[in-house]
T-cell receptor
Framework: EAGVTQSPTHLIKTRGQQATLRCSPISGHTSVYWYQQALGLGLQFLLWYDEGEERNRGNFPPRFSGRQFPNYSSELNVNALELEDSALYLC????????????FGPGTRLTVT | AQSVTQLGSHVSVSEGALVLLRCNYSSSVPPYLFWYVQYPNQGLQLLLKYTSAATLVKGINDFEAEFKKSETSFHLTKPSAHMSDAAEYFCAVIEDGGATNKLIFGTGTLLAVQP
C-alpha cells in the first residue's frame, strides 16, 4: 500500500513569491493535515481538511491556505513568502476524525531566500 | 489546553542497552497519545498509539509505552537499542479528544546510539 506522497521534495522561492505544495493521502483516507516543522519552533499544526472542507486551522496568518480536491489530495499555498516560512512542510492523512492515527509523508523542504 | 513535555532533548545509550524516552502530558480529558520517530531528512513514522484500550501499548520495532494516569506519563521504552534506532523521537497528544484532530507535539528527543 502506498504511503502519503508529497511534491516537490525541495522548493526554493524568493521572498514575496507564492509557493504551492501538494499531497496525496493514503488510499481510503479522507482527512489530510498540514504541519510546519521550522528550526527552533518544532512541529506546528497548520490545517486539517476532510471531505473537501477546512475543519480546523492552526495559529497561522491567512496567507497560509489550502484546499482538498474530490480525490482527497490536497494543496497548501503560501502567499507573500517571508524568510521565516523556510521549513519542512509535512502532510499527513488519516481516516475520518475520531483521533485516528495520522500517517505522514516525507515532507517538502521550502527555502525562502 | 493539552500539551506534552519531553524530558531530555538529547539521550545517548550504548548499543544493546535499554532505551527510555520520557514524555509527560497535560490534559483535562482522557488523552490520545502517540509516539513518532523521525529519521534525518524524512517525515514522521508512527511508532505507537494510546487510546485507553490498554495501558501498555506495543509498537513497531520492539518499542512500547506505558500510560500512567497517576503520573501523567507516557514514556517510551525499548529493551535493547540498535544502531538503527538513532533518530529523533516525538511524543504527541490529540487535542480535545479528537474533536479538532490537532496533534500537539513535544519538542523531541534526539537519541544517539553508541557502538
Amino acid at each position: 500500500e502506498a504511503g502519503v506522497t508529497q511534491s516537490p521534495t525541495h522548493l526554493i522561492k524568493t521572498r514575496g513569491q507564492q509557493a504551492t505544495l501538494r499531497c496525496s493521502p493514503i488510499s481510503g483516507h479522507t482527512s489530510v493535515y498540514w504541519y510546519q516543522q521550522a528550526l527552533g519552533l518544532g512541529l506546528q499544526f497548520l490545517l486539517w481538511y476532510d471531505e473537501g472542507e477546512e475543519r480546523n486551522r492552526g495559529n497561522f496568518p491567512p496567507r497560509f491556505s489550502g484546499r482538498q480536491f474530490p480525490n482527497y489530495s490536497s494543496e497548501l499555498n503560501v502567499n507573500a513568502l517571508e524568510l521565516e516560512d523556510s521549513a519542512l512542510y509535512l502532510c499527513a492523512s488519516s481516516l475520518l476524525g475520531g483521533a485516528y492515527e495520522q500517517y505522514f509523508g516525507p515532507g517538502t523542504r521550502l527555502t525562502v531566500t | 489546553a493539552q500539551s506534552v513535555t519531553q524530558l531530555g532533548s538529547h539521550v545517548s545509550v550504548s548499543e544493546g542497552a535499554l532505551v527510555l524516552l520520557r514524555c509527560n502530558y497535560s490534559s483535562s480529558v482522557p488523552p490520545y497519545l502517540f509516539w513518532y520517530v523521525q529519521y534525518p531528512n524524512q517525515g514522521l513514522q508512527l511508532l505507537l498509539k494510546y487510546t485507553s484500550a490498554a495501558t501498555l501499548v506495543k509498537g513497531i520495532n520492539d518499542f512500547e509505552a506505558e500510560f500512567k494516569k497517576s503520573e501523567t506519563s507516557f514514556h517510551l521504552t525499548k529493551p535493547s537499542a540498535h544502531m538503527s534506532d538513532a533518530a529523533e523521537y516525538f511524543c504527541a497528544v490529540i487535542e480535545d479528544g479528537g474533536a479538532t484532530n490537532k496533534l500537539i507535539f513535544g519538542t523531541g528527543t534526539l537519541l544517539a546510539v553508541q557502538p
